[in-house]
């Protein structure tokens, strides 16, 4: 036993925060939850990782930073904003099986796949770390599983116990659920793009059908042997060569000088809108459009589009099918029930870091919503709302309910409680500066203004600068 620290500089894990190969080994950690029969279930019914990957990427590294960085106080902010999300996760399954995301063995497994990745990335690219270090790592991921609140015992209080019970729970509780199969056979094959390169769609799809399918056969390839012919996995020859040249390839990168590579930067950076006023995305934004020109003159089959003029709103508008796709149906299965509003009301709370009662308080109005949508518009009964039944409905959807959420949201926007959103306030919710001349308002939003841009874009489907990458984009 050593005294080295548990969290902030100094610990294992921050020394592996920003290596390149945690890409690697967090999309395989993921595919060892998902086929934990719970997780699976959860992940299916309540996540939004198909339809907005990039959403979730940025903000499970911001919550990996705030747990194991430094400050005792953000810790316990955070591990308490994750067992009110974690707590409201719970239902059962298409087989009438019972999932509960605070169920404390459920919550070890988690933790579990986290470390074993990490000792397994560093073992795959030719670096396996000491036992010295491996079992300094695995006291951290244990003190991260405790600053949850969740009791000891539900991992083991060794590293040698740790693999008999780890080994048990691939040959015992491990299945080739649904989710397993969407992250590797559907997730990489549709991923959407990000946003900063959703202008260049044919670049995108190119090299997504290149990097798919070698990034499933690595994961599969990195996947407990057991348990991959027990799911009945593909064995593809020179897979495991490829898994350790990719590991050791990737691994490479963290050889550049400090700071060329931070995790959080480069999740950020992949989420940033192009109308954002970063000046990274300016940038990359200059690079996308000097590629689609090239692009053009290289294929010699059509110019560019000609630059709206200003003041052109054509495509301001967007149809109810295409709204009901990006924006209503957050989980990405078809169809509008509660699960979709309340990945909703979790994006928006996690942005503005909200505590108790202003978390409840925004459930609460986005429940009252769907309260009112299944009144006016689930024709059949079944408990949800199909795009046929919105599109046929084509509803007028600024009801009592949805001008209360607008009111509640402006409320937990508006930190300082002064009936104004400041610039502070506004990138807080949105990520990005005023996109209004505020000179008039004295650089403020009023309440009036944002409750009517908000209904406007939820009701009549109007497209917003603001509101497109909060709810619509990936």
């Given amino acids: 036993m050593d005294d080295s620290p548990l969290f902030g500089p100094g610990s294992q894990f921050d020394q592996f925060f920003n290596d390149p190969r945690w890409a690697l080994a967090m999309v395989r950690a993921t595919v060892l939850e998902a086929a934990h029969p719970q997780i699976g279930a959860a992940l299916i019914d309540n996540s939004t990782f198909t339809t907005h990957p990039w959403r979730r990427l940025q903000n499970t590294f911001l919550s990996m930073r705030r747990m194991f960085g430094a400050d005792e106080e953000v810790r316990q902010r955070e591990a308490a904003r994750l067992n009110r999300l974690h707590a409201r996760l719970n239902g059962t399954d298409a087989r009438n099986q019972p999932y509960d995301a605070m169920d404390p063995e459920v919550r070890a497994w988690v933790v579990a796949t986290l470390f074993e990745s990490a000792v397994t990335m560093c073992r795959l690219s030719g670096q396996p770390l000491e036992q010295i270090t491996m079992e300094r790592l695995y006291r951290e991921f244990r003190a991260y599983l405790a600053a949850l609140g969740d009791q000891a015992g539900y991992l083991p209080p060794t590293l040698n116990e740790f693999w008999r019970y780890y080994d048990r729970m691939v040959e015992e509780e491990l299945e080739n659920t649904e989710a397993l199969q969407i992250i590797l056979y559907k997730l990489f094959d549709h991923l959407p793009a990000p946003a900063l390169l959703e202008g260049i769609p044919t670049i995108w799809a190119a090299g997504r059908a290149l990097a798919g399918p070698v990034i499933g056969?690595?994961?599969?390839?990195?996947?407990?042997?057991?348990?991959?012919?027990?799911?009945?996995?593909?064995?593809?020859?020179?897979?495991?060569?490829?898994?350790?040249?990719?590991?050791?390839?990737?691994?490479?990168?963290?050889?550049?000088?400090?700071?060329?590579?931070?995790?959080?930067?480069?999740?950020?950076?992949?989420?940033?809108?192009?109308?954002?006023?970063?000046?990274?995305?300016?940038?990359?934004?200059?690079?996308?459009?000097?590629?689609?020109?090239?692009?053009?003159?290289?294929?010699?089959?059509?110019?560019?589009?000609?630059?709206?003029?200003?003041?052109?709103?054509?495509?301001?508008?967007?149809?109810?099918?295409?709204?009901?796709?990006?924006?209503?149906?957050?989980?990405?299965?078809?169809?509008?029930?509660?699960?979709?509003?309340?990945?909703?009301?979790?994006?928006?709370?996690?942005?503005?870091?909200?505590?108790?009662?202003?978390?409840?308080?925004?459930?609460?109005?986005?429940?009252?919503?769907?309260?009112?949508?299944?009144?006016?518009?689930?024709?059949?009964?079944?408990?949800?709302?199909?795009?046929?039944?919105?599109?046929?409905?084509?509803?007028?959807?600024?009801?009592?309910?949805?001008?209360?959420?607008?009111?509640?949201?402006?409320?937990?926007?508006?930190?300082?409680?002064n009936q104004s959103i400041d610039a502070d306030e506004y990138r807080a919710l949105f990520r990005t500066g005023f996109h209004r001349d505020m000179s008039e308002t004295g650089g403020t939003y009023s309440r009036s203004a944002f409750v009517k841009e908000f209904l406007s874009f939820m009701s009549g489907r109007q497209r917003s600068k603001a509101y497109d990458p909060l709810l619509a984009q990936a």
Avoid: C
């Fill in 217 to 417: 056969t690595i994961t599969v390839a990195s996947l407990p042997e057991s348990f991959r012919r027990r799911a009945g996995l593909p064995e593809i020859p020179g897979a495991q060569t490829l898994t350790q040249s990719a590991y050791l390839a990737v691994g490479l990168a963290r050889f550049l000088p400090d700071g060329w590579i931070h995790a959080e930067g480069v999740a950020s950076l992949l989420s940033l809108s192009p109308d954002s006023d970063d000046p990274r995305a300016k940038t990359i934004t200059a690079v996308r459009d000097g590629i689609k020109r090239a692009g053009a003159l290289l294929r010699l089959i059509t110019p560019l589009p000609d630059e709206p003029e200003p003041g052109d709103v054509s495509g301001s508008q967007r149809s109810a099918e295409e709204f009901f796709r990006t924006v209503l149906d957050q989980t990405g299965d078809g169809s509008l029930d509660w699960p979709d509003l309340a990945a909703m009301a979790r994006e928006l709370s996690g942005r503005l870091d909200l505590d108790e009662p202003a978390e409840t308080a925004l459930y609460n109005a986005y429940a009252d919503w769907w309260k009112e949508l299944q009144q006016a518009l689930d024709t059949d009964g079944d408990g949800r709302i199909s795009a046929q039944e919105y599109a046929a409905a084509v509803p007028h959807l600024a009801g009592p309910a949805l001008i209360k959420l607008a009111d509640v949201l402006f409320d937990a926007t508006d930190a300082d409680g």
